[in-house]
């Protein structure tokens, strides 16, 4: 068990205490074709009613995305982006007590959602696709999670090869923490995430979710983002919405390996997996 670093995310009078509990990330897909839910909250009605009820299940913020990134994907336009989560947005933040993020690689999405309400960006580029987004999240003074990808959802799962994981995939935040700061971005406003499925082989995934602590002594809050994605399904032979007990051991593992913040679909089995988890590594050793 590793022994994680407590750190304070302040964002638009909101504050969130990172460490002592893990955090549950809900992840709402408002698209026709992500992996997971296959367009399921796609109409506007139907992703606010589920903003709404995984915030009830206890989900501490909410992950707002627009443009599906699942293997192969191909991106869509700005405003398209805009006009699929803006109204969701809106209608969430008069409706939820928790921080919504927005996920997207977009300055300009980005900056109507934060105008919108949003309180913070999840980003899979780790503002690099797009050399105007760390201008936006500095501008608004917000978080960020910078994430690991090898590629672009286009191409990452072409035979991604590493010469040695973990100390590339260290290296890369090292540099993308340098650049965000160079940039006005301060260090404790900045979230890393590993990357599980971007750009990674089925025994890259297992090894990056045994060995998060390898990432500890970048003192930033880990998030792990494992929910019901395709490594699971290929142990468990599971389709995409059967794979929450998958997810569960993944949490569990991720945790004990120190993971602050958890991205799933299901934050109600999410919420009691960790409570024993987190119950497990605050317990004294006789």
Known sequence: MIQRRTYEIETKGLRLSLGEKTRIMGVLNVTPDSFSDGGLFYQQDKA???????????ADL??????????????ISVDEEIRRIIPVIKALVKKVSIPISVDTTKAEVAREALETGAALVNDISALSFDPNLAKVVAEYRVPVILMHIKGTPRNMQEQPHYDHLLKEIKNFFIERLSKAQEQGIPLEKILIDPGIGFGKTFEHNLTLIKRLDFFQDLDRPIVLGTSRKAFIGK???QEPLNRDWGTAATLA???????????VHNAEAAKQVLAVIDALCKSREE
Not at 48 to 58: D, F, M, N, Y
Not at 68 to 74: A, I, L, N, Y
Not at 255 to 262: E, K, M, N, P, T
């Open 62 to 75: 909410l992950d707002i995305g627009g443009e599906s990134t699942r293997p192969f994907s191909d991106p």
């Open 253 to 263: 593992i991720g945790v004990w390996q120190g993971a602050h913040l958890v991205r």
């Open 48 to 58: 606010i009613a589920q903003g709404e009820a995984l915030a009830a299940q206890g």
């Open 235 to 237: 142990l468990t032979g």
